[in-house]
């Protein structure tokens, strides 16, 4: 009997610059990954950040995809916003539309989309959130590829509308026992210690278990590892990851050789 097949992407949030302020280690960490959440203007990024980081995606042979967020630019994205469905929809549709011109315009095509900060945190609980967001990304191009965590109103919602799924991990950042991540402003969100979170990601990804803040291992399914490009140590650790995963027989592959619907 041949050996199960491990397969895995690993996605980074990119192109979260703005105007002279340069925000991450773009150009060397997208050698690393296989898909890259290239945010379109409303959290972070401008227009000439989109082009750049779209052609820099081509030049590295990554996947690219769109990571919409509310319009925040002070708040980054990470403060929650009221924003009635249909103006969430419009939001999300204006966004992802936009970035899918600078991909057209490099020659490549757009694979996913990807919420950002507190729109993702937010539309994981709640399915109203979840079913505009899909709407407007089904809307666009049913081809298109929702990254989400597993067992979300996300997921939920894709399903619903016939989009694509991948279950998004991730790898520095600590788990609670229903499977939502620890709050950034409570112990333990962070997992600091470099070779734990690898161990973390091997065992998400090789075993579909992660250990929780309290102790407890619960189920995940790791179709894409979320990997970070603007912290000191960003670079180093996702060549530690990748080099971890490769050794560990599991191959790095962009989301659309993982998810078929």
């Given at each position: ?147 989400a965590p597993g067992g979300s109103c996300l997921q939920k919602a894709a399903a619903e509308c016939g989009l ?16 939502s991540l620890v709050p950034r402003s409570q112990p333990g969100a962070m997992i600091e210690d470099e070779d ?31 990997v970070h490009g603007d912290g000191p140590k960003a670079l180093a650790f996702v060549k530690k990851i990748r ?19």
């Amino acid at each position: 009997m041949s050996e199960a097949r491990f397969c895995v992407d690993l996605n980074c949030d990119l192109g979260e610059s703005f105007g002279r302020y340069k925000l991450g280690l773009d150009e060397e960490v997208i050698g690393y990954v296989s898909s890259a959440n290239v945010a379109c203007g409303f959290h972070a990024s401008d227009p000439t950040v989109m082009a750049e980081t779209v052609r820099l995606a081509r030049a590295a042979g990554v996947a690219a995809g769109a990571h919409p967020g509310f319009p925040d630019l002070q708040g980054f994205g990470r403060r929650n916003m009221n924003m009635d469905a249909a103006e969430l929809h419009d939001a999300v549709l204006y966004q992802v539309a936009a970035l899918a011109g600078f991909c057209r315009a490099a020659g490549i095509g757009l694979q996913h989309v990807k919420p950002h900060g507190a729109m993702y945190n937010m539309a994981v609980k709640d399915m109203t959130m979840a079913q505009a967001i899909c709407r407007a990304v089904q809307e666009f191009d049913p081809e298109l590829i929702l990254l989400a965590p597993g067992g979300s109103c996300l997921q939920k919602a894709a399903a619903e509308c016939g989009l694509g799924f991948a279950c998004e991990v991730f790898a520095d950042r600590g788990y609670q026992a229903d499977g939502s991540l620890v709050p950034r402003s409570q112990p333990g969100a962070m997992i600091e210690d470099e070779d734990e979170a690898i161990a973390r990601v091997l065992r998400m990804v090789k075993e579909g278990v992660v250990r929780t803040a309290d102790g407890q291992d619960i189920a995940v399914q790791a179709d894409s590892v979320c990997v970070h490009g603007d912290g000191p140590k960003a670079l180093a650790f996702v060549k530690k990851i990748r080099e971890a995963l490769t050794a560990a027989g599991v191959e790095i592959v962009p989301l659309a050789e993982i998810v078929r619907k």
